[in-house]
């Protein structure tokens, strides 16, 4: 009887270790070019819990971006913001927080009042700013997420997969690498008091520098990470943990697994997916890391860059003059690091190629917040031509800004 009962002991223990596998969704990429490296269940859809607060920061930062808003202005706190459950910062009714305190705390203290704050700043209702956030996903190619708050508060019908949100995180790390950096942050000031976060892979991870955190009872414990070794950079999501511990361990060895092929040069996503799950490996030989770029494997996805690029335009854009045609240029996009910004203008440059007369390209060098960030221009085009590739860019939302191209702007150096 003893024995019998081991057995059954033993074989419910393994029943519920099956069952919490299947219960999670993973999934790392690449961070520059989307490749899937890893991924499990990748496509359920789940709740987000505050991971939806990304998507919060990715409008404020577009709004930034295009001079909507800035850090210093001071937005109102309502009742209803006020009244948020925690996670929270505390502010209350009629006061007001500045746009960069109220980022700060979203970001590290997962504030659920500051995440409604800036939803009514750039809507009626946060539920009206919830359909933005929802059209938004979709135009970034998130086509399995719907958002119902700004925060991640439990709603029924606010859903998500893992790869959605990694498309999410591939377009804040790529389209706004001058607030990237506020990811990283373990702590904030707020009116003399050290606020601070419970990201802490922050912490125990080496090279993790953002991004979110998530939990709600029927979400489990959720989260968005990014780390970088020896240049290379994966962004990994896991969702429905049953304990911090537990979720913390799992994107953890799938960060260092990930991170350890890369740095060796090569990927092999069978391999690579037995040494992240804990089996033994029985795959042929790794691929090197260029030619698993050119074909990605059979059972694996690309989490399209194109669609995570398209950032949705500004709602009003001033058209710059010149005196002749062929001197106009077209900003296609913005990035932390010059080859990006130079193969994305190649790229858009060589599509616009065969329809419209283009010269060349520029990557334009700026400083942005004490951070270079390099713009990509197609130039040489004719006024109607610049404008209309912007007019149907923005159609596609995607960034497009139409600019005189007078020659007086030197090409970055790298």
Known sequence: ?????????????????????????????????????????????????????????????????NNHIKLTDKLKVSRTAAGRSPSKLGVRAGETITVKDAIMAVIVKSANDCATVLAEHFAPTEADFAVLM???????GMSHTTFKNASGLPNTQQKTTARDMAVLAMAVYHHFPQYYKWFSAKSFQYKGRTIGGHNYILKTFAGADGMKTGYTAASGYNIITSAKRSGKRVIAVTMGHNSVGERDKKVSRMMDKGLTHMQKGEINVAMLTNEINGKASAAPKATRLASAQKKTPAKTQTVRLAKAQSKPAAKATKIASASSNGRYAVQVGSFSDYQRARNYALTVKNKLAKKYA???IKVEKVQ?????????????????????ICRNMKRSNQACLVTADSGALKMAQR
């Not at 024995?3 to 074989?11: G, S, T, Y």
């Not at 899937?36 to 577009?62: C, G, H, Q, W």
């Not at 929802?134 to 135009?139: E, Y």
């Open 1 to 65: 009887m003893k024995k019998i009962a081991f057995l059954c002991v033993l074989v419910l223990a393994v029943l519920r270790a099956a069952a919490a596998s299947a219960s999670v969704s993973s999934i790392m990429i690449d961070a520059e070019n989307g490749d899937v490296m890893y991924e499990m269940n990748a496509d359920e859809r789940r709740y987000p819990a505050s991971l939806t607060k990304l998507m919060t920061l990715y409008i404020t930062f577009n709004a930034l971006e």
């Open 134 to 140: 929802t059209n938004t996903a979709h135009k970034l």
């Open 358 to 360: 283009v010269h060349d």
């Open 368 to 388: 942005a917040e004490s951070k270079t960030v390099y713009r990509s221009k197609v130039i040489g085009l004719a006024k109607n031509d610049a404008n209309t």
